[in-house]
C-alpha cells in the first residue's frame, strides 16, 4: 500500500502543513480535516519511533520482539542485497502504534458498476481509497459515501509506504507476522519505492505484490528451510484460488450491471442502466450469494481451511470485490514479464520502469498483452 506523505524532518514538516494549508484554500475544510489528520498520524509515527539496534540490545525488550527484529535486520539486508531494493534507511527503526491496524482504507463504488470511486492527492495523483489514521474518521467517511448511495468497504491496514519521502519504520501493526508474511509485507512495500507510476492504483499494487511473493519465496529458499517454503506455496496457491473466484463474481457482475471496459481495462459505468433497479439488486444479490457458495466448496476442497472467512464475514459489496482487484488483476501480467527476463529482478525492475512511463492506457495494454502469455518485452 501507498500514503501520501512527506520528506524527511526539518523543512519537511513545514512544506507538508502548507500543503494542507494550501489544499485548504481551494478544497474547503473537508479536505482539511483530511490532510490534517494525515499529517498528525505521520507525526505520531515520527516521534514514537525506536531504533531497532537499541530495542534489540535492551534486556528489556521480549524476546519475541527482539527476535522478531533480528528477523527484520535479516531481512533488511537480503532485500538489498539479493532482490536489489532501496532498503536505505528504511526499516531501522521500530513504532508500537497500540492499535491493530496502522490505517484504515475506504473504498467506493456505485451501486450497480464496479467502476471505483477515486480521490485526487498532490503528488501521487488520483487513487482508488481515502486512507485515514483513525478508524472512526474512516468508518464517517464511509458513512458519507454511503448516505450518496454508494458500496462501500472500509479495510484495516497493517503497513504501507512513504515513497522515500521518510524512513519506513517496523510497526507492531506487522512486526509479529509469520517469518514468510513478514518477509512478503517488507518486500512488498520497499517494491514501490523502486517503481511507482503515478495515479494507478492496480499497477503500483501488483507490481508491489509479485514483488513481494517472489521476494519471500526467494528468501525461504535461500534458507533451505524447504517445509516452510512449501507451506508457503500452498498458502499462495490457496490465496491464487480466492482471487479467482472474485474474479469470477466481477465478471459476471460486469454483465449484469452493463459495464463497459476502458482503454485501461478498467470497468466504466453503463450510460444506461440494463435493466430497473429492483431487477439489477436481484441479480446481484443472485451472484454474491453464488460466490459465498463458491467459497463454501473451496473451504470443503481445503479440508476446512478457514483462512478467508473473515473476508466473507460481512456484506460483499463491488467496493469490496474492487480491493482484490486492485492487487491481483494485472499481477500475471507483471509475473510473466519476470519469467521474460529470465527471474534476473534488477532487468525486471527496468522494464517495470519503462511501463511505469508509458501512458497509463498503453502500460494497461502491455500487461494485458503479457498476461496472455506474450513473448514482447516493453
Known amino acids: 500500500m501507498t500514503w501520501i506523505s512527506q520528506r524527511r524532518h526539518g523543512k519537511s514538516w513545514r512544506w507538508l502543513w502548507c500543503l494542507a494549508a494550501a489544499v485548504v484554500l481551494v478544497s474547503g475544510c ?40 533480528e528477523r527484520v535486520e535479516q531481512l533488511r539486508a537480503f532485500a538489498g542485497r539479493e532482490l536489489k531494493l532501496p532498503v536505505d534507511g528504511h526499516y531501522r527503526k521500530f513504532v508500537d502504534v497500540h492499535r491493530p491496524y496502522v490505517v484504515w482504507n475506504v473504498q467506493a463504488a ?11 492527492y498532490p503528488i501521487v495523483g488520483s487513487l482508488e481509497y481515502r486512507g485515514y489514521f483513525s478508524e472512526r474518521d474512516a468508518r464517517e467517511c464511509a458513512r458519507r459515501m454511503r448516505a450518496k448511495g454508494l458500496d462501500v468497504h472500509v479495510d ?5 509506504s512513504t ?26 512495500e520497499l517494491g514501490h519505492q523502486r517503481v511507482f507510476a503515478r495515479a494507478d492504483t492496480d499497477f503500483n499494487e501488483a507490481f508491489a505484490t509479485t514483488v513481494g511473493q517472489e521476494g519471500a519465496r526467494r528468501w525461504l529458499l535461500s534458507n533451505g528451510d524447504t517445509n516452510l517454503c512449501a507451506r508457503y506455496v500452498l498458502s499462495l496457491g490457496r490465496n491464487d484460488q480466492f482471487v479467482r ?3 469470477n463474481a466481477r465478471q459476471r457482475l460486469e454483465t449484469v450491471y452493463g459495464d463497459t471496459l476502458d482503454k485501461e481495462g478498467e470497468a466504466k459505468a453503463a450510460r444506461r442502466p440494463p435493466a430497473p433497479p429492483d431487477q439489477l439488486r436481484i441479480e446481484k444479490r ?22 478467508y472467512d473473515g473476508w466473507f464475514g460481512g456484506e460483499l459489496n463491488n467496493a469490496q470485490l474492487n480491493t482484490v482487484a486492485n492487487y491481483y488483476d494485472e499481477r500475471p501480467g507483471f509475473e510473466q514479464l519476470l519469467r521474460l527476463n529470465g527471474g534476473d529482478l534488477e532487468k525486471f525492475y527496468q522494464a517495470v520502469k519503462r511501463l511505469a512511463g ?8 502491455w500487461l494485458r498483452e503479457l498476461a496472455a502469455g506474450g513473448s514482447r518485452r516493453p
Open 156 to 160: 484495516g491496514v497493517e503497513a504501507y
Open 30 to 69: 473537508q479536505t482539511f480535516h483530511y490532510y490534517a489528520q494525515a499529517v498528525k498520524g505521520q507525526c505520531q509515527l515520527v516521534v514514537h519511533r525506536q531504533r531497532i539496534d537499541a530495542l534489540i540490545a535492551d534486556p528489556r525488550t521480549p524476546a519475541r520482539l527482539k527476535q522478531q527484529l
Open 245 to 247: 473466484l472474485i474474479m
Open 286 to 307: 443472485r451472484v454474491l450469494d453464488d460466490l459465498r457458495g463458491d467459497y463454501a466448496r473451496l473451504k470443503l476442497e481445503w479440508g476446512g481451511y478457514s483462512g
Open 110 to 120: 456505485p451501486e450497480f458498476s464496479l467502476q471505483p470511486k477515486t480521490w485526487w
Open 163 to 188: 515513497l522515500g519521502w521518510f524512513e519506513d519504520p517496523i510497526l507492531s501493526t506487522f512486526v509479529d507476522l509469520e517469518e514468510p508474511e513478514l518477509a512478503e509485507v517488507i518486500f512488498h
Open 358 to 365: 508509458l501512458p497509463r492506457a498503453e502500460r494497461h495494454w
